[in-house]
């Protein structure tokens, strides 16, 4: 046990990311299952090369990141203004929130198709679904970030004469910092499912939904792994892009 | 000396709860005097600063800023919460100028001036969470300096201190008060802390929670010599003072 708490983190992520591998590939050849019921490692890697030597997984992946990142975009800057009016105005709160938390309580998997019959656009609709995803979990984030400032430093600031903006920009805004990017970080996962539910209501000809609602119409489950493997791999590096903006930006939370 | 400010017949009501918490509070403070407030726990100390500070507006009575040549700039101290997580220490003692849209050469210098004033030079770049509390608290005390006020309003800045640390600090508090034209109110729970550093105790009295509003019951001049050497803790006069205060929170 100690040695292996002495290995450092990335060594051990590869020993376990081996050790799942090699399980996978002895239950495949131990099991003689099917290749469309289960595929092993290595016809999802043989599955991996065609569809990126022939560049039809970085189309689809650019298409769905082209949804992604808009959603996810949008989804921020309607969540930021309106943050901001829910956590200063409690009659905005009291007006609203019952509607947001009503909004929530029906899963966007069914709003979905009713967006592909407003919105003409296969694109835009798309976009819209991830906006929807994040948008819930960012806004409650930014809500409690802007109201975590302690009130001393209000009052500080009003006794400096501050002026709103000064407040907004100051204190209330890194205040809410930490708040913000932990929800930032949330909703840059949640984007992904977003795009990827608005690909399955709206599976037009293009984006890592589409490839993967053919590949399980073709039976090419090796395929079907290939996909789930980029969404995962898409997800992870929007993770750890926030979070490295985030040890940029909170590199004031030293420990002691 | 001349009045630096007044407060006649100030009564103050929270507006949130019928809770009369002030009632006909009237004192004066002596330009370049330090004044320091005792009372017990909840009786409107804070409420009677935040006031000053024109955090709050009287529900009747008036407060009058008497000397108007520099400015009412004012300097605050909090208890606790003072400083900005985010900001180095150079960065939250600049917040005053910053605000004041000055960022220039000139603000530089002062801020570094009152970093090394009260004796934190070295620590130009550290962040709040690697200081300690009494760094902390002298952090904001540069802070609540750096803009030349010429009222320093200070709230129990000292009380999460240890014994040792505190009465440095109510030293260091005295040099940088002597260095500076400012006029000092300074709320505090100390007996001790409050005779060896004012030159006039407010004594504060009522029960706002049960209906009794507070005000102001004694005021104690205080004419122990300046410069105070800590040792004078130790004499019959600074005791006599002492327990004069004891004896009035009491009543
Ligand atoms: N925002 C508020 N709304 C309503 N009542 C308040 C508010 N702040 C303080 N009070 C009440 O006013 C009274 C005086 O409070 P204040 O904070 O001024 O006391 P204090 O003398 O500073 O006490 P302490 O020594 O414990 O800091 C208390 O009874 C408190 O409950
Ligand atoms: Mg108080």
Redesign the interface.
């Known amino acids: 046990m100690k040695f292996l708490n002495a290995q450092p983190t990335w060594l051990m992520i590869l020993v376990s990311f081996v050790g799942l591998l090699l399980g996978w590939h002895l239950l495949v050849v131990w099991g003689a299952y099917d290749r469309f019921i289960l595929p092993g490692p290595v016809d999802v890697w043989r599955q991996l090369m065609i569809v990126a030597g022939d560049g039809r997984l970085l189309k689809h992946s650019l298409i769905t990141l082209s949804e992604v990142l808009p959603g996810l975009a949008i989804g921020l800057l309607i969540a930021m203004p309106l943050g901001y009016l829910l956590a200063k105005s409690p009659l905005a709160e009291r007006l609203l929130s019952p509607y947001l938390i009503a909004s929530q309580a029906i899963p966007v998997i069914a709003i979905a198709p009713l967006l592909t019959i407003w919105v003409s656009s296969t694109y835009w609709a798309r976009v819209l679904v991830a906006t929807l995803v994040v948008f819930f979990p960012i806004l409650i984030n930014i809500i409690a970030g802007l109201r975590s400032a302690p009130a001393e430093l209000y009052e500080l600031m009003h006794s400096l004469q501050a002026t709103r903006r000064q407040i907004f920009s100051k204190l209330e805004l890194p205040a809410a910092l930490p708040i913000l990017l932990a929800g930032l970080k949330v909703g840059a996962t949640l984007s992904v499912i977003g795009a990827l539910v608005g690909e399955f209501v709206q599976p037009k000809s293009e984006g890592l939904g589409f490839l993967l609602v053919t590949a399980r119409y073709q039976f090419k489950t090796d395929l079907v792994f290939v996909v789930l493997v980029t969404l995962g791999t898409i997800a992870l590096s929007m993770y750890g892009l926030v979070s490295a903006l985030e040890k940029h930006l909170l590199r004031w939370q030293v420990n002691k | 000396m001349d009045t630096f400010l007044t407060v006649e017949r100030v009564d103050y009501t929270f507006e949130d709860g019928p809770l009369s918490v002030l009632a006909d509070v009237s004192l004066s403070i002596p330009a370049g005097s330090f004044v320091v407030l005792v009372g017990p726990s909840g009786v409107g100390k804070s409420t009677l600063l935040?006031l000053l500070?024109?955090?709050l507006r009287p529900s009747s009575g008036r407060i009058t800023l008497t000397q108007q040549s520099t400015g009412n700039a004012?300097g605050?101290v909090?208890q606790?919460?003072?400083l900005?997580?985010?900001?180095?220490v150079t960065e939250n003692v600049r917040?005053?100028l910053?605000?004041q849209g000055r960022n220039g050469l000139a603000a530089s210098r002062s801020v570094q001036a009152m970093i090394d004033l009260v004796g934190l030079a070295g620590f130009e770049q550290s962040?709040?969470?690697?200081l300690s509390g009494g760094m902390a608290q002298r952090v904001a005390l540069a802070r609540a300096l750096v803009?030349q006020p010429t009222l320093l309003l200070l709230d129990e800045p000292f009380g999460a201190l240890d014994a040792l640390t505190r009465e440095r600090m109510g030293q260091e508090l005295l040099r940088i008060w002597q260095a500076m034209p400012v006029t000092v109110f300074m709320v505090t729970h100390s007996i001790s802390e409050a005779v060896f550093l004012a030159d006039e105790v407010l004594v504060m009295g009522g029960d706002p929670g049960n209906g009794r509003p507070a005000a102001i019951t004694h005021r104690l001049p205080i004419q122990l010599l300046r410069p105070r050497r800590f040792e004078v803790q130790g004499t019959a006069e600074f005791l006599e003072y002492a327990a004069a205060i004891r004896a009035a929170i009491q009543q």
């Open positions: 935040r500070a024109g955090l004012i605050i909090f606790r919460d003072n900005m997580p985010w900001r180095t917040l005053p910053e605000l962040y709040p969470a690697q803009h």
